[in-house]
Structure formats: C-alpha cells, structure tokens
C-alpha cells in the first residue's frame, strides 16, 4: 500500500510505499513523485527514522557498519557525543574539504540493525544507497528513544571558499543544487530476526543470504589460502638535470627484483603468493590517465614484466598488476581538466589531494589531483582493458581505489553517487566479464559481485558514541571473498593484528619494496618506512604457516557466530563446527573450549 505525508506548512507532499515481502517488510519512496508546491525544497530525507526505537532501559544494542562494524548499546549513558550520521560509502571527495580532521572509518556495507532482548533486525538499503546515510543516536541524546535509520540526500550540496583555505581570513559558502530532485528512489528492506538469530551475527547472516538471493555472491570460495605481497614498483622524485628541476622514476621494486621475493616465499613454504604491484606501468607513475599497459622501462620494460608472470606462473603465484581510474595529476595528447575532470556542482574541475596529519590541511607540496570524470573512467578502462589483453596474458587486475572512495560527477547534472557507483562497478564487471579476476581495496559492497580478492578490509572502528567493534563484515563475506586487512608490517602492533586475522578468517598482508625506504621522503609514500622484505620474511613465513593451517579446517565455510567471551577473549564458530577463540589479554584465560594462552588463540573441533 502507499501512503502520501502532506506538510501543507512547508509546502511539499511525500509519498510512502510499503510492502510485504516473503516476511520482510519493504519500505520505499519514489523521489521523483515527491511533491514541492511551496518555495522550500528538500535536500535530506529520513526514512521510519524511529522504526523499532526503544527506550532507553531497555537491554539491547543498534548495530552500525562503520569499519568492520560497531554496537552501540541501548542506554550507555554517552549523551554528551554527537548522534552518529554518517554516509554509506564515506565522503564524497568531490565535496570542498578544508581540513580532513576527523579519520573515520567508511562504511562499506549499506545494512543496520537494531537487537531487543529476544528479537531483531537487519535493515538493507536496497536503492539509493550511494546517497544515503546510516544514523545511530542514544537515549538522552535529543529523545529518549535508542534509534538507527537510514536518511537519504536528494539533492546535492557543496562548499565553496574564497582565499586561502589555510588563513583565518577565508569565507565559505554553502552552495545548493537548483531544478528538480536529482536522485530517483530509496529504499529499505527489514528482515526480521528471533531467537539465537537475533545477533549482530544473525543480521551479517541475513545480509549474506540477501546478496546470494540476489546474485552479488557466488558459490562458496575454498582452496589454497593467499599471501598478499604489495610491492611499489617506483615513484617520481623531483631531481635535477645540468642544474635545472625536473622530475624523474625512481625504481623501488623492479621486476627482477619482484620475481627474486616470489622466489623467496616460495622456498620458505609460502604457497597461495598474491601480489599487488602498485606503479609499475608509465601512466601510473606518472599520474596520467590510465588508458595503456606501458610497463615503465626503469622497472624493466615490457620484457622484463613477461618474465615476471611466466615466472610467477610457473611457482603457481598470482601477479594483480594494479590500475586506478580515480584521479590524476598531469593530462596528455587531447585529454585536460576540462574535457577529463569531474565537475563539482559549480561547474569547476574536481580536484583532491593528500591532507597533512600534523596540520589536517592539503599537502601542497604534492601535485594536485583532478577526479576523473564518469565518461573518461569508463572510455580509458576499456581502452587498457584491449590493450592489457594484448600485451600480457595474466587473468588478473587490481582497481586501485575503485570500490574503495566515490564521488560525485556533475558534468551531466543528471548524475548523482549513485550513477558513479555503478559507473564503478560497470568497469570492475568489464574485466570481470572478460575473464580477469578482479582485486578491490576497501570494498564497497556495490563492487563485491566482482571481486574475488579485497584487500584493506575494515577491521575495528572507532567513533565514541560505540562501545564495541564487532566482524560484521568478515562474517558476511567469509567462504565467499578471499580478503585481508591492512598491512601487518605497517601494523601499530602486529601480534594483535595477527590475532584478528585469526579471529576473522583473513589472510596475511605484507606490502614491501627492494629499495631504500629514504627514497620515499617528499613522496605520497613517505608513510612505508617500514617495507623492507628482508626485515619481514621469517616473520610472514611463520604467519603464514598457522594461518593455513586454519584455513585448512575453515575455509569455504560460513560463520555462524560470534562472542565475546570475556574482556579481550572472542569465539568465532563456522558452520562445520569448529570454534576459534582468540585472546587479546597478556593472561592466559580458560574458556568453555579450553584454555587459551595470553595473545594466543585456541581451535577446538566439535566444541573442544
């Protein structure tokens, strides 16, 4: 049936449908039947923004997916943080960012619940989900009501500054999409949750039979667990040439020196080596668009790349050349920032850049990168994606930071998040549909019915207003995506971050170069000081002998549950019955499965 909210005040009318679905409840509106007749316009709609609220002595907790996921319990007395707003998919970087203060993580997954002591429910943003956003408040916060709810934009906003945006001196203005409701429908779908379903678990489990039913997710994945080796093939530094300033390829990682580290994990029993290598082709390095498969001759050419995958191929290991299709720094031949950038709502070219941790302002020392319009991603990924073919018969590419950051293109108004995400997601399914398997960082999930391989999954959170992080997303996809965090290497504690490998079924993640890491000062990469493979080997090679022999009992299979047993001390059980508890405490503890050593974890089998 459908309902139409009339708000004669403020001049608009809003029509609501809702439907019974096989026990879910679907709640939906169409933006373009939206009806405006006074002189106020809609730019933000929330959708039952207190469907399943409780008060707050009530026990249970919302459920939100920000990094790998977050509880926030009902009543936790933390009334004086800001009530949680953020959008799915993180922020539009085609928005004007003075200063990147906050580091947030993305939510990756458009899915929210809210728990009761008995009953619960996951809630799916089946439409709209690139321009909605996911929004959790605490009883005492405004009302006395625990809610999560889904808003969503329908019309788009920017910020435009006039002088520099580092002096106190500079003015903003708030400017506003005109003409009609841009964006087309949101929706919500409401699946329903009871007994020793009713858990932040039962809800991912939920959201993975939704993504089976609907063709994101494919038969169970088993086999051989990955070692993801990340190497730099080079960088550009700036140099000089008969006293003059010119720019120049510095190799980090050359071909010869990529094929010596497979060879490397290989004789030390590393089995399943995965590489990504990042800046290996001429466009890369030189952030221009990437419509070629040129390898970089200082990295050794075109030949010396053939012998890298012949011989890759032949230790069984996978070579991810990666590509990006985001931003650039320079044009060539006909493309420039007014035929190739996205357009802000201003009508301007769409720049971003790399902010400063100490100063949270944009790193002007590095060049300025221009956003890629919709129409240039698409033309030059299928134009490298012939030329890719031709060149090397490797079945396997990396997307760089597609599926990990989205923004908005306004060079036809037409467009909103919603068209670049499947503008996103039509490049990775052209590779995917041309017989390349396809590695994501970040994963957004509007990218997982494409992926094989995620790497930088989300792991943990870290907004106040929660009081828990939780696997969420590690639940969803185990047995179906091979995945992995971020590096262990750069890792503030790699035991730790060992152990939630563990506890989540991933698998280890290096990322490594040959040269000297003080080759990387002045460069976007300044941040791997610690990517020297002769420093990690033995350590990854020992990581990677127990976490296989986890997989060897757990992989292809589906997570179940998920428990906090004690402070520090989780449980993970698979649907085949093994049970894996994982000890974050220095104490060793004893658990219903046996006793666990501190910063050790226990794999019991048919409950032992």
Request: charged share 20%; aromatic share 12%.
């Amino acid at each position: 049936f459908e309902v139409i909210y009339d708000f004669p005040e403020d001049g608009f009318t809003i029509p609501l449908r809702v439907e019974l679905t096989g026990g879910d409840l679907r709640v939906s509106i169409d933006f373009t039947s939206v009806r405006e007749y006074g002189t106020n316009r809609i730019y933000n709609i929330r959708l039952l923004p207190y469907f399943g609220a409780v008060g707050g002595d009530e026990e249970g907790y919302a459920f939100v997916p920000e990094g790998s996921g977050a509880l926030m319990n009902f009543g936790n007395g933390k009334t004086s943080y800001k009530s949680y707003s953020e959008r799915v998919y993180g922020q539009d970087i085609n928005i004007e960012i003075q200063q990147q203060q906050e580091r947030r993580q993305t939510i990756r997954l458009p899915v929210f619940g809210l728990k009761t002591a008995n009953d619960a429910f996951a809630a799916i943003i089946e439409e709209g989900d690139a321009v909605a956003s996911i929004e959790a408040s605490v009883a005492g916060k405004g009302t006395s009501y625990n809610m999560a709810a889904a808003g969503f934009q329908v019309r788009s906003t920017d910020t435009y500054r006039f002088g520099d945006t580092a002096s106190s001196l500079s003015q903003s203005a708030v400017v506003y999409a005109d003409g009609p409701i841009d964006n087309r429908q949101g929706a919500v779908r409401y699946v329903f949750l009871t007994g020793e379903e009713a858990t932040y678990a039962g809800m991912a489990g939920a959201y993975r039979r939704y993504l089976q039913e609907t063709g994101v997710l494919g038969e169970p994945v088993d086999g051989e667990l990955p070692f993801y080796m990340e190497l730099l093939g080079g960088v550009v530094k700036e140099t000089t040439f008969l006293g003059f300033p010119t720019s120049a390829v510095t190799p980090m990682t050359t071909f010869a020196q990529a094929q010596e580290l497979i060879g490397q994990l290989d004789a030390k029993g590393v089995g399943g080596i995965t590489v990504k290598y990042n800046n290996w082709s001429k466009d890369l390095l030189w952030q221009r668009i990437v419509d070629d498969a040129a390898a970089d001759g200082k990295l050794g050419g075109s030949g010396g790349l053939k012998k890298l995958l012949a011989a890759a191929e032949g230790l069984g290991a996978r070579v991810f050349l990666d590509t990006d299709y985001t931003a650039v720094a320079r044009f060539s031949g006909l493309s420039n920032a007014y035929n190739s950038a996205a357009k802000t709502i201003s009508d301007t070219a769409a720049t971003t850049g790399v902010y400063k941790i100490d100063t949270f302002y944009r790193d002007k020392s590095l060049p300025t990168q221009y956003l890629l319009s919709l129409g240039k991603m698409k033309t030059a990924s299928e134009k490298f994606r012939t030329d890719y073919a031709k060149r090397y018969a490797n079945p396997y590419i990396s997307l760089g930071r597609l599926g990990s950051v989205l923004y908005s293109d306004y060079t036809d108004i037409a467009d909103t998040r919603q068209t670049a995400a499947a503008a996103q997601a039509e490049v990775a399914a052209g590779f995917r549909e041309a017989g390349t398997e396809v590695m994501v960082s970040g994963g957004n999930a509007y990218m997982l019915g494409a992926a094989s391989h995620i790497l930088d999954m989300p792991q943990g959170g870290g907004y106040d207003l929660f009081d828990r992080t939780v696997p969420f997303y590690q639940i969803v996809l185990h047995g179906y995506v091979h995945y992995a965090a971020g590096a262990f290497n750069l890792s503030e504690d790699v035991r730790i971050d060992f152990l939630k490998a563990v506890e989540t079924g991933a698998s280890p993640h290096y990322t490594w170069y040959a040269g000297a890491a003080n080759e990387l000062v002045g460069t976007a990469y300044a941040g791997l000081y610690s990517g020297s493979a002769d420093y990690w080997m033995e350590t990854a090679a020992g990581q990677y002998a127990e976490l296989a022999a986890l997989n060897e009992k757990v992989g292809g299979c589906a997570i179940l549950r998920h428990e906090c047993l004690a402070d520090g001390v989780y449980a993970v059980t698979y649907d085949n019955g093994v049970t894996v508890v994982a000890n974050y405490g220095e104490e060793a503890v004893q658990t219903a499965y046996g006793a666990v050593d501190g910063l050790g974890y226990r794999i019991a089998e048919g409950g032992k």
